[in-house]
């Protein structure tokens, strides 16, 4: 299974979730079944590594960022991923419109998981990394379980 998380400029948020989602996946003995990526719709920050912000939140909780780079969704991530994961309303839309798929069930919002249900605020603009850190614990931890429920169905 692939998962593909998307923010604006894949800086901030989307590294976190992806970040984090790799802890989660490791520690639970995952890594040959799901692997993750992070994409930006913006072509702004390619090449960079994640936010300082979001190094420092993360590096604060244990987690690895060695290596990560900041990319832009392409139409090859169609194909390639079987669950992309906007990380706020405006990144679910351009998402649909910019691989041309309206209506694909794979590609939603992060925290529509969740009992929240809201965008993932952005902390280029809040300097919220906690709020943001918080966030993608609790909708990686729902989307793990999602995707495990839905290989479980799979399989039968």
């Not at 799901?34 to 939140?57: N, R, Y």
């Not at 780079?69 to 139409?75: D, E, I, P, Y």
């Not at 990144?91 to 309206?102: A, F, S, T």
Request: glycine residues 6%; hydrophobic residues 35%; contains cysteine.
């Amino acid at each position: 299974m692939r998962i593909l998380f998307v923010c604006l400029g894949n800086i901030c948020r989307s590294p976190m979730a992806e970040a984090v989602m790799r802890d989660l996946i490791e520690k639970r003995g995952l890594s040959e079944k799901i692997t993750v990526d992070s994409a930006g719709t913006s072509s702004w920050h390619v090449g960079e590594p994640p936010h300082k912000g979001t190094q420092a939140k993360l590096t604060e909780y244990g987690i690895v960022t060695t290596g990560m780079q900041c990319r832009q969704l392409t139409s090859s991530d169609f194909t390639e991923f079987d669950y992309i994961v906007g990380m706020d309303t405006s990144n679910v839309d351009n998402i649909r419109e910019m691989l041309r798929q309206p209506d694909d069930t794979r590609i939603f919002r992060f925290l529509d998981l969740t009992a929240h249900q809201k965008d993932v605020p952005d902390p280029w603009y809040t300097d919220d990394f906690q709020e943001t850190y918080d966030l993608c614990l609790e909708g990686c931890e729902a989307l793990l379980e999602k995707v495990l429920e839905d290989e479980k169905a799979r399989s039968r």
